[in-house]
T-cell receptor, first 117, second 110 residues
Framework: SAVISQKPSRDICQRGTSLTIQCQVDSQVTMMFWYRQQPGQSLTLIAT?????????ESGFVIDKFPISRPNLTFSTLTVSNMSPEDSSIYLC??????????????FGPGTRLTVT | QKEVEQNSGPLSVPEGAIASLNCTYSDRGSQSFFWYRQYSGKSPELIMS????GDKEDGRFTAQLNKASQYVSLLIRDSQPSDSATYLC??????????FGSGTKLNVKP
């Protein structure tokens, strides 16, 4: 497996502000993803973080709202910009494609619980 | 049509019984198949992966894959109350896209 850490684990933010979530993995991986999950709901893919290039966003998600960085093969950040209460959710980082194992299994970080007031 | 389909449940089984969870997928080019367990308030945890037709066993868990029928299943033998969770089916296509089902909620009654 892969050991993934996310910071912060939770936060309460005021509307109109921005929050940056960090994701760190203990080994080099080919793919990093950002998901959103409302309590009791299924996973929604926000974007694929690409190392050295712009992230690939899913329908309904835009770079201005969710800018993503991936400076290397073990680290990525997701920023939730100009937040509104509708952004309250759990944000999950996941990784796949461990280069040392040549595997495609996807592993999830512990998540960041965001509440916007 | 969704890429991955699962019954949302809840599926209720008595303790000690076999729980059978099912999943169908639409992309015939899918390469890899995964089952995740998600407890309430926690992130998904990978419990099984399967890549070729047939059965794969790991402890009390057996994953079954039938590519011709585009069908994946997970059997949990001797179900325990601690197995109560939502189980997510996922597939990886040959373009390295991952698709997740919406999950089946399993309740194991003592």
């Amino acid at each position: 497996s892969a050991v993934i850490s996310q910071k912060p684990s939770r936060d309460i933010c005021q509307r109109g502000t921005s929050l940056t979530i960090q994701c760190q993995v203990d080994s080099q991986v080919t793919m990093m993803f950002w998901y959103r999950q409302q309590p009791g709901q299924s996973l929604t893919l926000i974007a694929t973080a690409n190392q050295g290039s712009e992230a690939t966003y899913e329908s309904g998600f835009v770079i201005d709202k969710f800018p993503i960085s991936r400076p290397n093969l073990t680290f990525s950040t997701l920023t939730v910009s100009n937040m509104s209460p509708e952004d309250s959710s759990i944000y999950l980082c996941s990784v796949a494609g461990r280069r040392d194992l040549g595997s495609y299994e996807q592993y999830f970080g512990p998540g960041t619980r965001l509440t916007v007031t | 049509q969704k890429e991955v389909e699962q019954n949302s449940g809840p599926l209720s089984v008595p303790e000690g019984a076999i729980a059978s969870l099912n999943c169908t997928y639409s992309d015939r080019g899918s390469q890899s198949f995964f089952w995740y367990r998600q407890y309430s308030g926690k992130s998904p945890e990978l419990i099984m992966s399967i890549y070729s037709n047939g059965d794969k066993e790991d402890g009390r868990f057996t994953a079954q894959l039938n590519k011709a029928s585009q069908y994946v299943s997970l059997l949990i033998r001797d179900s325990q109350p601690s197995d109560s969770a939502t189980y997510l089916c996922a597939v990886r296509t040959n373009f390295n896209k991952f698709y997740f089902g919406s999950g089946t909620k399993l309740n194991v009654k003592p």
